[in-house]
């Protein structure tokens, strides 16, 4: 069964940093696009960064370009969302994805985010003074 779990969110000022992780079971992400989503009250799901684990090729969100960070760990089956410079509108549900990736790339899965393998069961990050 796959299986992701996410965690690392909490409070944090703005303009502090945060990182999210999620790790990964019942599978191995090498083979795999995995996302970091996020949701806020009253808002749609925004697909904010995604990472084949073939090639390596990424793509972020304008929203958060420059300040978000993907990396993964292979030999942890985890993969890592580097936030800094947070502000305010940062403050949402995280979640991670996956998929596999002979079928989709970083940017489809980022913007479509349908049908996907594996969901988490998201972390709250709060930017607030």
């Known amino acids: 069964q796959l299986q992701l779990v996410e965690s690392g969110g909490g409070l944090v000022q703005p303009g502090g940093s945060l990182r999210l992780s999620c790790a990964a079971s019942?599978?191995?992400?090498?083979?795999?696009?995995v996302g970091w989503f996020r949701q806020a009250p009253g808002k749609e799901r925004e697909g904010i960064s995604c990472?084949?684990?073939?090639?390596?090729?990424?793509y972020y969100a304008d929203s958060v370009k420059g300040r978000f960070t993907m990396s993964t760990d292979s030999a942890k089956n985890t993969v890592y969302l580097q936030m800094n410079s947070l502000k305010p509108e940062d403050t949402a549900v995280y979640y991670c994805?996956?998929?596999?990736?002979?079928?989709?790339?970083?940017?489809?899965?980022?913007?479509?985010?349908?049908?996907?393998?594996?969901w988490g069961q998201g972390t709250l990050v709060t930017v607030s003074s």
């Open positions: 990472i084949s684990n073939t090639d390596g090729t990424t």
């Open positions: 994805a996956a998929d596999w990736a002979g079928i989709t790339t970083p940017k489809r899965m980022c913007l479509i985010a349908k049908d996907l393998d594996a």
């Open positions: 019942g599978f191995t992400l090498n083979y795999y696009v």
